[in-house]
């Protein structure tokens, strides 16, 4: 499962797409956390799809992770502005790779 202390126990490697991403990063199999509000951690998501399908506000968006061990594509938190902290995502998602810290 996602770390929840991800924060403390991460530093931000990049950005993407107006988001952090916390490390470490190596592409392609270690991509790290994607997302603050709405935190992804890319090395355990595979693609399962409730978030996409389930968020009311249409918060993640696919991306492409070509050769991740995982899967090759990711439910990126593109909108995490967005998010009205219903903890769907958190819910549905199978593996836990979602951590939602409502403010
Ligand atoms: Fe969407 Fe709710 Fe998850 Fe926020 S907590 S990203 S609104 S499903
Ligand atoms: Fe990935 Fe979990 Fe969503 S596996 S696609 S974060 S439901
Ligand atoms: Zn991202």
Same mark, same amino acid.
């Given at each position: 499962a996602i770390d929840p202390e991800f924060e403390n126990n991460r530093d931000i490697a990049e950005e993407h797409e107006g988001h952090n991403v916390w490390g470490p990063v190596e592409e392609p199999e270690t991509l790290g956390i994607h997302?603050?509000?709405?935190?992804?951690d890319f090395d355990i998501?595979?693609? =399962?799809?409730a978030c996409l399908e389930d968020c009311p506000v249409d918060v993640f968006e696919w991306v492409d992770t070509p050769d991740h061990p995982e899967s090759e594509i990711k439910a990126d938190p593109?909108?995490? =502005?967005?998010?009205?902290?219903?903890?769907l995502c958190v819910d549905v998602c199978p593996v836990d790779a979602i951590d939602v810290d409502p403010g």
């Open positions: 997302g603050t509000h709405v935190a992804v998501c595979l693609a =399962d799809g593109a909108h995490e =502005d967005q998010c009205i902290d219903c903890m």
